[in-house]
């Protein structure tokens, strides 16, 4: 039972414009989610996250929306720069939650 | 201040065999959880550790098992090595227990079963 989805396994996107990452859930109890960036050969690296209380929060050049009656939320990278080439997990809990539910990951390839 | 390290980087073992892997957490961090992530599986929760008590455990077989210690490390433990044992295994620890707040990661161990 997959909680949490990212449906596109890849997306490549050329420097300097907009990544757009999605993910969907389907536990309406989740009430914190995060976008985590891993490198090969290294560990998830914390990047954004968000409130169920919230439907946007930005960080410099990143920005997560949550759209709750959807079950839906997405990161947006402005602009987007070669370094951001990497592996991007969405990631999910509930109030009082005991662990932490990721998807499967969005491999995103920056092109110059 | 010191990230989570995880020793060791790379293990090979066999089938049958049996494996200790090892997390020392961020200092100051007292909650440690393991992951397992494989192609196409994302990050599979495996297990969280808070004040060396196991708090919680995901779906996997007793095969796996851990503990922690009284100075937040963490040690992780699979016997009976299968071949679909083979996968990255992170550690992450976090202030507090529960997961509504960022976990912190470490670079893994690679598991590979021949």
């Known amino acids: 039972d997959q909680q949490v989805k990212q449906n596109s396994p890849s997306l490549s996107v050329q420097e300097g414009r907009i990544s757009i990452l999605n993910c969907d859930y389907t536990n309406s109890m989740f009430d914190y989610f995060l976008w985590y960036k891993k490198y090969p050969a290294e560990g998830p690296t914390f990047l954004i996250s968000i409130s169920s209380i919230k439907d946007k929060n930005e960080d410099g050049r990143f920005t997560v929306f949550l759209n709750k009656s959807a079950k839906h939320l997405s990161l947006h990278i402005v602009p987007s720069q070669p370094g951001d080439s990497a592996v991007y997990f969405c990631?999910?809990?509930?109030?009082?939650?005991?662990?932490?539910?990721f998807g499967q990951g969005t491999r995103l390839t920056i092109n110059p | 201040k010191a990230g989570v390290t995880q020793t060791p980087r790379y293990l090979i073992k066999t089938r049958g065999q049996q494996v200790t892997l090892s997390c020392s957490p961020i200092s100051g961090h007292r909650s440690v959880s393991w992951y397992q992530q494989t192609p196409g599986q994302g990050l599979q929760f495996l297990f969280e550790y808070f004040s060396e008590t196991q708090r919680n455990k995901g779906n996997f077989p007793g095969r796996f098992s851990g503990r922690q210690f009284s100075n937040s490390r963490s040690e992780m433990n699979v016997s009976t090595l299968e071949l679909g044992d083979s996968a990255l295994y992170l550690c992450?620890?976090?202030?507090?227990?529960?997961?509504?707040?960022?976990?912190?990661f470490g670079n893994g161990t690679r598991l590979t079963v021949t």
């Open positions: 990631a999910a809990s509930a109030l009082g939650a005991q662990k932490l539910v």
């Open positions: 992450a620890s976090s202030l507090e227990r529960g997961f509504n707040s960022p976990l912190h």
